[in-house]
């Protein structure tokens, strides 16, 4: 069993768990003794800055990737958050991707890539490629698990991405912000809403990317906040995969996000970042926790979050009690 999206299935089977942690370290909301301990106040130049800013950042994504990997099998690192700090900040990217998959977890990198012929190639080698092919050493940054890519381009856009049969794609398809709409909600000469068309294509796509297990390697990025399309994308996807973000800090909630998944309970995967890695300064839990103690904060509203999707799934009478 090599496919990513295989493996990806049965590790969210095994931890009974449908979330995907976004690793988004906004600097504004980071500890504040982590920022302290890392000189930060100190730096007297840009490169100072930068590399202290860097070394808060992998020590605060370490103590959340312990404390929430009992309850998830993903998370998926915003790669915006890393290059803002320059090469300080690729370093800790590259340093938080190992460690994930060293503590048992699937990354996806949300990057957002795309490009075509030897460009598209390029984000590819950087991200999925093989490490060794026996006859020469591999491109590549990081080996992740799979990357969020542009769909705007096409399957020539896509297509590179989806060689390794180890990793995933998760091309944008209909997003949770505002503005999306006025896009991907364009109304088609087929009667159809541009993502709707766009859905068909993604099943025509990926159907020669397709494991055991009935979805592809080549998934979607679907938003929570718009349950009404995401029940009707569903059945026109039987095939594909949903990473959904858009819940907690975005708005979606779990009865939400229940549309996304298939009668047995899979076909999809939710994303938080800032309300589970930033938890401990939300109401819920900022009088239950210390700064210091944001670790444990992430754990509890990760397992929050796990608990009631699932809960969402039984009540809706997709998974059994």
Known sequence: MNLFIDRLITKMTEKDSR???GLDPHIDQMPEYLMLEAGVREAKSQAEYLKSVANAIIS?????????????AVIKPQLAFYEQLGLPGLKVFKKTVEFAKESGLMVI???????IGSSAKGYYNAYLNKENDGKKLALGFVKADALTVNS?????GIEPFLENEEAGVFGLLRTSNPGAEKVQNLMMASGKRFYEELALMFEEWGEDYCGEMGYSNLGAVIGATCPEELAKLRKLMPHTFFLIPGYGAQGGGADDVVAGFDINGCGG???SARSIIFAYRKKLYKDKYKEDEFGLASAEAAEKMQLDINQALKKAGVIDG
Do not use: A
Request: overall charge neutral; aromatic content about 12%.
């Open 60 to 72: 605060f994504n370490r103590i959340i990737i312990e404390n929430i990997k009992p309850f998830t």
């Open 19 to 21: 979330i995907c942690v």
């Open 152 to 156: 705007y381009l096409g399957f020539e």
């Open 269 to 271: 995967i939710v994303n």
């Open 109 to 115: 990198v949300d990057g957002k890539r795309n490009d």
